[in-house]
């Protein structure tokens, strides 16, 4: 789910009616934690996406300096050539793994914020706040499954289309 697409939702379910509103936040919390799930597994693979993106730059240079050291101005220049690609993929997977950290960020003050709200009282009436929903139930973990389900579903389609893209089939792309 996107953020903004979440977002959205979030108004949404904070828009309905005070009967409904205890539930709503609940559930507001609970798509809340899954995204903050989401988005930490993102942070991750973005960042050994840009580990390894670092270690085959390195690899690059070594390769050039090996190259010139020898006098093999093709392979130095090829070297240099993937190189100058390796840092441009570094510079984008840095801007990304900040966008993610600041999108992660974001999730966790709004979970915050929603739970403050969950935890006030009814109806201006004096009661004890509740305690912190557990959100650890059957709904999340059906919803932590759906959303897994639906992201090996996306690999495999993705992978799918390549393999038709790479036979060279109809309807690829």
């Known amino acids: 789910m996107g953020l903004d697409q979440l977002r959205a939702r979030l108004e949404r379910l904070l828009a309905t009616d005070a009967n409904r509103s205890r539930a709503g936040l609940r559930e507001a919390l609970v798509e809340l934690k899954v995204a903050a799930g989401q988005?930490?597994?993102?942070?991750?693979?973005?960042?050994?996406?840009l580990a390894g993106q670092e270690q085959q730059l390195a690899d690059a240079e070594r390769r050039g300096k090996l190259?010139?050291?020898?006098?093999?101005g093709e392979t130095a220049r090829i070297a240099g050539e993937f190189a100058t690609r390796h840092r441009e993929r570094i510079e984008l997977l840095h801007r990304k793994v900040a966008v993610i950290r600041d999108e992660l960020a974001f999730?966790?003050?709004?979970?915050?914020?929603?739970?403050?709200?969950?935890?006030?009282?009814?109806?201006?009436?004096?009661s004890a706040p509740p305690a912190e929903p557990d959100l650890d139930d059957s709904e999340l973990r059906h919803l932590e499954t759906r959303a897994e389900r639906e992201k090996i579903q996306r690999a495999v389609q993705a992978q799918l289309?390549?393999?038709?893209?790479?036979?060279?089939?109809?309807g690829a792309g």
């Open 39 to 49: 988005s930490r597994d993102a942070l991750a693979a973005a960042e050994r996406e």
């Open 67 to 72: 190259a010139e050291n020898i006098g093999d």
């Open 107 to 126: 999730i966790e003050r709004e979970y915050h914020s929603v739970a403050a709200d969950y935890r006030a009282p009814v109806s201006g009436a004096y």
């Open 161 to 170: 289309e390549a393999l038709k893209k790479k036979m060279g089939k109809p």
